[in-house]
């Protein structure tokens, strides 16, 4: 299959999480994920999906001196499609997306001091090694989780067996190896300043 029709596929796929972020699943996932709970219905404008250089993920592979960006894609309202790094770019001005989780120890909702907002953007990225797959799905700048998974492809492209391998959240890092299957959708259609594409 050709490697750009498997990438296009990937970004497809990995934006899964936008035909459920409306809807009670996603909460289900987010505490799935990270273990938080929304108190308001969480509101994205969308999804970058970016395919990074092997160096990005992998210290064993170059990293430089080109664009660490090799694809780049945007699901929203509009459905699924090519991206730019200036529409991604253009979309870091409109951060502010607060999130207020339930806290048990005080039985209350209440901002997280350390995590205030989401991105309105999402930032999913990923690299393909063999038959590996490598993501980080990124909702905000002490909020995203790295992900594993292994890629199948035949006359379709399928990701499978993925991991939570490391997450942040409310600004404590953990390391894990945790089965991380979100939940099925119906038709599931750093800062970037120095990137370039």
């Not at 989401?118 to 038959?131: A, E, M, S």
């Not at 939570?164 to 190896?177: A, D, F, Y």
């Not at 299957?181 to 038709?187: G, L, W, Y």
């Amino acid at each position: 299959m050709d490697p750009g029709v498997v990438s296009e596929s990937i970004a497809r796929q990995l934006a899964h999480v936008w035909a459920i972020h409306r809807t009670p699943a996603f909460v289900e996932y987010l505490l799935q994920t990270f273990g938080g709970e929304p108190r308001k219905p969480v509101r994205f404008a969308g999804i970058f999906s970016l395919q990074m250089i092997g160096g990005y993920f992998f210290p064993d592979l170059p990293a430089g001196p080109g664009p660490v960006v090799e694809g780049l894609w945007l699901t929203d309202d509009a459905g699924f499609r090519a991206s730019s790094m200036r529409e991604l770019l253009s979309a870091e001005n409109l951060e502010d997306n607060r999130l207020e989780v339930y806290n048990p120890s005080r039985g209350s909702y209440e901002p997280i001091s350390s995590q205030p907002c989401l991105f309105v953007y999402l930032r999913f990225l990923f690299c393909v090694r063999g038959d590996g797959l490598i993501h980080i799905e990124n909702f905000g700048f002490v909020a995203w989780c790295k992900k594993v998974g292994k890629l199948v492809v035949s006359d379709q492209v399928q990701i499978q067996d993925t991991r939570i391998k490391t997450k942040m959240w409310q600004g404590r890092l953990v390391g894990m190896e945790e089965h991380a299957e979100p939940p099925a959708a119906a038709d599931p259609a750093r800062r970037f300043a120095s990137w370039s594409l």
